[in-house]
């Protein structure tokens, strides 16, 4: 195994780096479907976008003909430290597993905020700076997004407001830390701060919040101080775009030597890992040039891909927000409380529930004790403690693998392992203790969310 | 700085690793005196150690004349799946600081464990496996051992017992929960399993435990049970022997760019890190073939090296152990319980403290206020949340740059960031709060745990 030629970790060179992030969108015949304004139900304009996210963003997420965007040096010299990251050969998982399948994994964990959202962050963080700005909010839950953006705005010297959860702040007091320390404000969500957060406190008597909520207040101080916008982490389509350096730092890596992807998996929640991840490689899927089997997993307790609708939707539960066109479970949804990961969101980014329409990407869903159970050998086999959220992709990793024992299929299966778990030692615990259970949502669940959704005849 | 030739990260290729471990002792001409039987006061033996220790490692422990030993093909292909760990340039810091000096730190934290701890970890596992031993005890304070030895055994399948300070089983149940992640067994101490918990449970009801105290549970567990035997994760000459892997993957990583380092900054608690992060540079300097300046850090709160006396003294506050020559506290110090981080030994490695004693290195302690405001300092700017510990090496590196800045003077500064800070996050929310402040023991103090080791006329 020593003398294989291919090293356990493909590490690309600084130069090779990717200079420019690919919009998959430029390659799509069919486009996905644009934001709406829920008042007048017609396109968002850059003008109305501008009011809420930094005009650069919002020109981005506005722009589905461009396929290349150069990255500023700026930001590529903050990638550099953290990035290229490794597209690891999981040669011990192929041992465990005895399965003729070769196993890579693009490992995005290998930075303080734990995950792939620092990608995104260090981008809006930097165009907030460059339009002037003061400051940027945002809403967080578990709280992975609120630490990325908060290193970044740190870094830029921007003023980061993040609005967290009440329940998070008070059970995840540590990840609460590491955004103060890197200098942001962090208030526990309904907070008497805004008038939205005023409101539901006095409807609500003690209670402990919701990341709906936390949104409304999020947007509320962005949209009423001077100098600020909002900023999100996921789902939108400009995420995707600063996202897809995983994918295509990924390809560069398999290029370098030579090995082709038969299946690329990737876990999803609002899809922005992916959709970064993907990007690349449908882009040759959709220029004709190659084909992958690509493989979305998402919890059976939140399964929007699986068993959602597509059709407009709010992208809120506070309902503030543009329409967006995408498979939903109805903005209403929340995932039943024994649901330990993220991967919570009700609905799916438009571009890539538009992959999946097309059928350009599969879906599968996955129950959380197999999620765990999963998680277990590849910490114990590989070294890597992952997030539950990544889990969901090593699950249906570890599900391909072994079919190609049977088959003796020499498949080359790429994952996307999105981050680490180390705050989320709260879910492992009730793992290890044996107090982890599963929760389906029933037809009429889902039909009673999704009933409550806009009708929007588009 | 994008177009400069010395990338951010200093990657070796996986056939760049290391094949052999370097054993500092076998250069040095004055030996470190050695370890003591504290009966006989005669130097153990090896069939004395073999009965604590595994055979091949108390072999390791004795030899101090061969300088290499090679690292077996298992133990490499471990090594992979976290190393060649990245030197890293800090062109940011340089850059913050305005400083004319090259500011480089090897970082060891992109492992589940978090720290330098599983290079040895691995070692003492597979040497445990090799002679066909069911398992392994060891004793976890803060947890990082604990961790990095719960993964080494789980890798080997090998049965993983760890007593864990009472205090901090019930304070840091995250670190608890990765443990038990990787299937190892954790107990609190001191626990109604042992013979000496016991009675320490018997005499003082209530006691949240000590360090001491979890060492002698995880000796006499080694020692009563067929198939065990116990390891310790620092102070040993065996474990600076395999975490010289450190500083000879760092001097492989500049000479590949020709830098030479003009000053070498590593913390210091037993000595382990900073241990293996010189070793290959004092060899040179033993060997007369170059000259570098190198400062151990340690805290104010427990400074054996600038304030302890060089003495023959038990390993452990219980005394069970052999007695080591080495700068000391006595072994009844304790630092103070405002002290935050780690490096809470009260003595040091007798290899380190005989490099110190012959003045090829120099020492210094730092207060931990200052150590936290230079680990937000460099978490704001580099990216990296630090460990506490690593936090000392960072005071200082920061400290000699700004003398660079003053003199104008482009020195190498090399630095062991041996870790980082996701499970202390209390410690930086002290900091962050302003409720942490300094201590420094008094004279008197000193001067009476002292005066209580023991008389060894050697």
Chains 1, 2 share one sequence.
Not at 84 to 113: M, Q, W
Not at 138 to 158: I, K, R, V
Not at 257 to 275: M, R, V
Request: glycine share 8%.
């Amino acid at each position: 195994m020593s003398e294989n030629k291919i090293p356990y970790k493909i590490y690309l060179e600084e130069s090779e780096m990717p200079k420019q992030w690919y919009n998959v969108r430029g390659d799509m015949k069919k486009k996905p479907a644009p934001l709406l304004n829920p008042g007048t139900l017609e396109p968002m304009t850059i003008d109305e976008l501008s009011g809420v996210f930094c005009r650069e963003l919002a020109a981005q997420e506005l722009d589905d003909t461009t396929t290349y965007f150069d990255i500023p040096e700026e930001i590529r010299n903050f990638y550099k430290m953290y990035r290229p990251s490794p597209l690891v050969r999981a040669y011990c998982l192929e041992k465990k597993l005895d399965t003729p399948a070769h196993i890579y994994y693009k490992f995005e964990g290998n930075n303080t905020s734990g995950s792939h959202k620092l990608n995104s962050a260090i981008a809006q963080a930097y165009y907030a700076k460059k339009q002037g700005l003061k400051g940027v909010t945002t809403e967080t839950g578990a709280g992975q997004w609120g630490t990325a953006l908060s290193m970044a705005c740190s870094y830029f010297d921007l003023d980061c407001q993040v609005y967290m959860v009440k329940v998070s702040y008070e059970q995840k007091p540590f990840r609460r830390e590491v955004m103060r320390t890197y200098g942001a404000k962090v208030t526990p969500s309904p907070s008497m701060e805004t008038e939205v957060g005023r409101r539901i406190n006095e409807q609500f008597p003690g209670t402990t919040g919701s990341l709906g909520c936390a949104i409304s207040e999020a947007v509320e101080a962005a949209t009423t101080q001077e100098g600020y916008r909002y900023v999100l982490g996921s789902v939108l389509s400009q995420v995707l775009l600063h996202q897809s350096v995983i994918g295509l730092e990924t390809k560069a890596a398999l290029d370098k030597y030579g090995i082709k992807a038969d299946t690329i998996i990737g876990c999803a929640g609002g899809g922005s890992n992916l959709g970064g991840l993907i990007s690349p490689f449908v882009g040759e899927m959709l220029r004709g040039e190659n084909n992958y089997e690509i493989i979305a997993v998402e919890p059976a307790s939140c399964p929007s891909l699986t068993r959602g609708v597509y059709a407009y939707d709010f992208c809120d539960t506070g309902k503030v927000c543009p329409l967006a066109k995408m498979y939903t479970l109805g903005s209403g949804f929340i995932p039943s409380a024994n649901h330990a990961g993220g991967l919570r969101y009700h609905g799916m980014s438009s571009v890539v529930s538009e992959l999946y329409d097309q059928k350009l990407i599969t879906a599968r869903s996955v129950e959380q004790t197999s999620v765990f159970e999963a998680a277990e050998t590849f910490a114990r086999i590989e070294g890597i403690l992952p997030a539950p959220e990544s889990s969901h992709a090593i699950r249906v990793a570890i599900d391909e693998a072994l079919k190609c024992k049977e088959t003796g299929e020499e498949k080359n299966i790429v994952f996307g392992l999105t981050g680490t778990g180390y705050f989320d030692m709260v879910a492992y615990q009730k793992y290890n203790d044996r107090e982890m259970n599963d929760y389906i949502p029933t037809d009429e669940e889902l039909k009673k969310s999704i009933s409550q959704m806009p009708k929007v005849d588009k």
